[in-house]
């Protein structure tokens, strides 16, 4: 593999190298032109100085190989020397650093940690299960997507039951989608478990019951997606009291972000405490972090997310050719509702995943060393072995699930996306530090997490910042680079409090579900500085304004999804239908 890589490389220098042969050739030739044909034959003497001189310039400052091919040297302009010279010179420098890079605390936990912890019980207003069902209504639920996608809509369930003062049926997962998994709920989680945890909360029962001798047809239906509790019971109660019990379909993210505390917290308490995976599943993972840890005692879990299927929804384009937009629009196909985009505004607007390599440098800027041990969850990577090189050479020590398990230990996983999902979540989970490349559900659903439990850091690339990085890098030095890249990523490093609560998608922000420890707070403050009293400063230190701000430009994104009107003809078209 390195081998390949080096290979790669050369063929670029080699490159680089006739281009600047042919430009000192024509600067050459200039000179020699201007020179044999002026009168004054005193001038001819300083030919062979000239030409030492330029023979010399090339030699010294000859382009190092560089390690990216789509950030191409800025046009030079003959009549511009010194900035001929500035460019050649920056680009000579920009050498990423061979050895270790920094294994000190600060890459590998988050500053304040310690000051906040998860905090998910309900308060003493909140209905039990007891008190908040009714006789004879049942909730039904249908997921959709993949194994994460599917988490949402079983969180959201039971919150969704409660609100609806309804017995919950045990979630049918989606086996019809792209990932076409057959797994049902007890394969992939312990349904016993989910039961009890929940019982205080909400009834749930495996399968819907007869009423007398009756048996029981769910009317079908569908919510808008972040729905409310209003929505819920001006649309679904009037069909649960008459039907007595709903199924809704496609299931994902139907409600809303905004919903009063102790729904926040019971969406917590299901998340983080009741749904388990189950212990065929829990011990293969285990083993998986177990291994990497003989290896290192700390390592990096990536989730790359550089999948054929996701450069094609992003629209993205990496410069592939028509290969690769012929090979992308295909898959993009699938999705008949996605219009055309603009690759270079996307890319712009920090809406592309990075590629593999670029995750590598911003990661090496960071102060992760060649030497850090990186676990990388991923399906199949666009291009291959060959798109992961660069990636490998500036982290060698990598491994995924094939490399470290046998196909036999595989086996009982490997026909089952969702459970091959759930193992690179167990293991990115476990992580002393996670990488995200994409703000999909598996990012945002394991960032929550993380948040709940301990603040693990939860580093999230800063795309739109780092786009412009990439782009002139070779315009700077590696020092340039990495401390730009340090600034670029403040504010997304999965610190406490970066975004601000009630902002952004509440799988990722669980903030309702995080409490401040004052305890703690005055203590440090009162061992740094001799009294408390500088505790109300930290709230609102200008780090965590600027934070904030920093992150303001992804989380109003997400922010913009919220309330939608409830004008879906979907539902229009199934009220018609019950009246």
């Known amino acids: 593999m390195l081998e390949l890589v080096q290979d790669y490389y050369t063929n670029m220098k080699r490159r680089r190298q006739r281009h600047h042969e042919t430009l000192f050739l024509g600067i050459f030739q200039i000179i020699l032109h201007t020179l044999l044909f002026s009168r004054r034959r005193r001038f001819l003497p300083l030919l062979s100085a000239l030409s030492g001189a330029l023979l010399f310039f090339f030699v010294l400052f000859s382009p190092p190989i560089t390690s990216h091919h789509h950030h191409l040297i800025n046009p030079i302009s003959f009549n511009n020397r010194t900035g001929f010279q500035m460019n050649l010179q920056k680009e000579h420098v920009f050498r990423v650093p061979m050895g ?34 009714h006789p004879n209504r049942y909730l039904m639920i249908a997921t959709s997507g993949g194994l994460n996608q599917q988490r949402t809509g079983i969180v959201d369930a039971v919150v969704a039951a409660h609100i609806l003062n309804a017995v919950l049926v045990v979630p049918t997962l989606d086996q019809k989608s792209y990932w076409k998994d057959s797994s049902n709920f007890s394969e992939i989680f312990d349904v016993d478990w989910f039961i009890s945890q929940i019982s205080k909360d909400v009834k749930i029962i495996r399968n819907l019951p007869r009423i007398g001798n009756k048996v029981i047809i769910p009317y079908t239906t569908r919510v ?23 199924q809704l379909t496609k299931f994902d993210y139907r409600l809303s972000n905004r919903l009063a505390t102790d729904m926040q917290k019971l969406r917590c308490r299901v998340n983080y405490h009741a749904l388990k995976f189950t212990d065929p599943i829990i011990e293969m993972g285990r083993k998986l972090v177990e291994r990497i840890r003989m290896k290192s005692s700390k390592f990096v879990a990536l989730h790359l997310r550089f999948e054929p299927d996701m450069l094609a929804f992003s629209g993205c384009y990496y410069g592939g050719g028509d290969k690769e ?48 041990h990186i676990y990388v969850a991923s399906g199949e990577i666009y291009g291959g072995e060959e798109t992961l090189a660069p990636l490998k050479a500036l982290f060698p020590n990598f491994y995924s699930k094939e490399t470290i398990a046998s196909k036999e230990e595989l086996a009982p996983f490997s026909s089952f996306s969702s459970r091959m999902a759930a193992l690179d979540f167990i293991v990115c989970d476990e992580s002393d530090v996670f990488v995200s490349n994409n703000n999909g559900n598996m990012a945002r659903m394991l960032a929550g997490r993380r948040r709940y439990f301990d603040h693990k850091p939860t580093i999230r690339p800063n795309a739109k910042k780092l786009y412009k990085l990439f782009l002139n890098r070779n315009n700077m030095t590696w020092e340039e680079f990495a401390s730009q890249v340090r600034t670029s990523q403040i504010g997304f490093m999965g610190e406490p409090m970066e975004v601000k609560p009630g902002r952004g998608e509440f799988h990722e922000n669980p903030s309702a579900c995080i409490c401040a420890d004052s305890d703690a707070k005055a203590r440090e403050y009162a061992t740094l500085f001799g009294t408390p009293s500088i505790i109300s400063e930290m709230d609102t230190d200008s780090a965590t304004n600027s934070a904030r701000r920093d992150m303001a430009e992804v989380t109003d994104s997400q922010a913009s999804e919220e309330e939608q009107e409830w004008s879906d003809t979907e539902y229009m078209e199934n009220e018609l239908e019950i009246q």
């Open 325 to 372: 937009r012929k090979e992308l629009g295909k898959i993009r196909k699938r999705w008949k509702t996605l219009h055309s985009r603009n690759p270079d505004k996307e890319r712009r607007h920090g809406k592309c995943p990075l590629t593999p390599e670029e995750i590598g440098l911003m990661l090496r800027a960071l102060g992760f060393g060649n030497d850090v």
């Open 224 to 246: 808008p997606r972040k729905c409310n509790a209003k929505c819920y019971q001006t649309r679904i109660m009037p069909i649960l009291k008459k039907k007595h019990a709903v």
């Open 100 to 133: 270790g890079g920094s294994l000190s605390a600060d890459v590998w936990t988050s500053k304040q940690s310690k000051f906040y912890h998860g905090c998910s019980d309900s308060s003493n207003k909140f209905p039990t299960a007891e008190v908040n069902t």
